[in-house]
């Protein structure tokens, strides 16, 4: 940098600090994304966040100490889907050793056991069952 006799720097030096400051080193390479592949995952994303959870079935979680994972909560709704392209009404949805009763048309759990609960091995009022 050049100093004038003043002791200011030049126009030419402030111009190449600043203006050259800005430019990148080199440009940064993106992973290609897909627009189907990004629509995909909006699209799931967006059917997770559908089903519901009635009252009862939040307190039959709480009470029987049921946490779910992420991806449970993913097969369970992926249970409800294929529900519903067979034409389910209220089907059996089991994920590991819980067992769900989802509504389907409104894509809601209306229950949720345990494996204690199910020793029976009796469901009433459904119509289908899937095994997720």
Do not use: C, W
């Not at 940064?28 to 994303?45: H, R, W």
């Not at 994920?95 to 494996?115: E, G, R, S, Y």
Request: hydrophobic share 40%.
């Amino acid at each position: 940098m050049s100093f004038q006799k003043t002791g200011f720097l030049s126009i030419e030096a402030l111009q190449d600090q600043y203006l050259n400051q800005n430019k990148p080193a080199a440009a940064k390479e993106t992973p290609e994304v897909k627009f189907g592949d990004v629509f995909k995952s909006k699209i799931k994303a967006e059917e997770i966040a559908n089903l519901k959870f009635s009252k009862h079935a939040t307190n039959r979680l709480a009470d029987r100490n049921i946490t779910l994972s992420d991806n449970q909560i993913e097969r369970l709704s992926d249970g409800a889907a294929k529900a519903s392209e067979k034409g389910i009404r209220d089907s059996l949805v089991i994920v590991d050793k819980l067992a769900f009763i989802v509504n389907v048309p409104n894509k809601t759990v209306v229950t949720a056991m345990d494996q204690t609960e199910t020793n029976e091995n009796v469901f009433t009022n459904i119509d289908g069952a899937v095994i997720a």
